[in-house]
Nanobody
Framework: VQLQASGGGLVQAGDSLRLSCAAS????????VGWFRQAPGKEREFVAA????????RYADSVKGRFTISRDNAKNTVYLQMDTLKPEDTAIYYC????????????????WGKGTQVTVSS
């Protein structure tokens, strides 16, 4: 499956953005999907993940209550709604998919998409 993340941009603190992870090549419903981010000089870190049907979600403590992950399997797309953005949310955001596990770590994930830049100014 090929993944394409989009929706990033430059916003001010307190604003919102919605990222999309669109899949092609295979139906995304057979994959659990996660969002990760990587800030300059830092390791890639987990942000949020969603199970195959959307019934299970997981979030990093740093984004709980501000970010919401969802999926529309009919559109082969997973979304990350980001509200009340903070400058520390600035990073390149990546989506990743795996058929067997819910991706909450960067290890052993089947597929990664190219990232989308999110920049939050103070």
């Amino acid at each position: 499956v090929q993944l394409q993340a989009s929706g990033g941009g430059l916003v001010q603190a307190g604003d919102s953005l919605r990222l999309s992870c669109a899949a092609s090549g295979r139906t995304l419903s057979t994959y659990a999907v996660g969002w990760f981010r990587q800030a300059p000089g830092k390791e890639r870190e987990f942000v949020a993940a969603i199970g195959w049907s959307g019934g299970m979600t997981r979030y990093a403590d740093s984004v709980k209550g501000r970010f919401t992950i969802s999926r529309d399997n009919a559109k082969n797309t997973v979304y990350l709604q980001m509200d009340t953005l903070k400058p520390e949310d600035t990073a390149i955001y990546y989506c990743a998919a795996d058929q067997m596990i819910i991706p909450i770590t960067t290890e052993n994930i089947d597929y990664w998409g190219k990232g989308t830049q999110v920049t939050v100014s103070s």
